[in-house]
């Protein structure tokens, strides 16, 4: 996967054709985000991160989809205007991506297939309630795994272009467990 990950085509959020190959020798915090989510919030966190780990060599991506609850509707431009104003976002930010289903984006196949289970203690209880408001609002339930189970589930590559941990939705990036992982992909 180390090398095939930095291979794998994508678009910046501007439609430029790109690939992760510039971000080689980083450690990477790849995430599928949402605007109209109860976790929306967690770019303010993720921009924190950014922000502080940086000059370490962290860079957390941006992957806008849509996949869950219609909750990224927007345009790329929209998403990328959304971002920078409300959350000040600087991190890199790509086109919307499909992350679940026959149309899944090869980013995203390629990482689940590298790390098929996401690490969140309470990630039974977050599915539960997820799929009574999925229910309840007649959509679908929730992916099994190792399909993405929501908006904002992480994963975090190493140096070398591994999957080094997936994190659930619910675990929001500035947790305890998520910055140990950070700082020791750094470290390594």
Known sequence: MSTKIYEIPVQTITGEPTSLAAYRGKVLLVVNVASKCGLTKQYDALEQLYARFKDQG?????????DFGAQEPGSNEEIAT???ATF????PMFSKITVTGPATDPLYKALIEAEPKAIGETR???REKLN?????????????????LWNFEKFLIGRDGKVVARFSPEVVPDDPAVL????????G
């Open 58 to 66: 962290l860079v957390v991506l941006g992957f806008p989809a849509n």
């Open 88 to 91: 000040g976002v600087e991190f």
């Open 132 to 148: 009574g408001f999925l229910s309840k609002n007649g959509f679908a339930a929730t992916n099994p795994e190792p399909g993405i």
């Open 124 to 126: 039974e209880g977050f």
């Open 82 to 84: 959304f971002c920078k």
């Open 180 to 187: 140990a992982a950070i700082e020791a992909a750094l470290a």
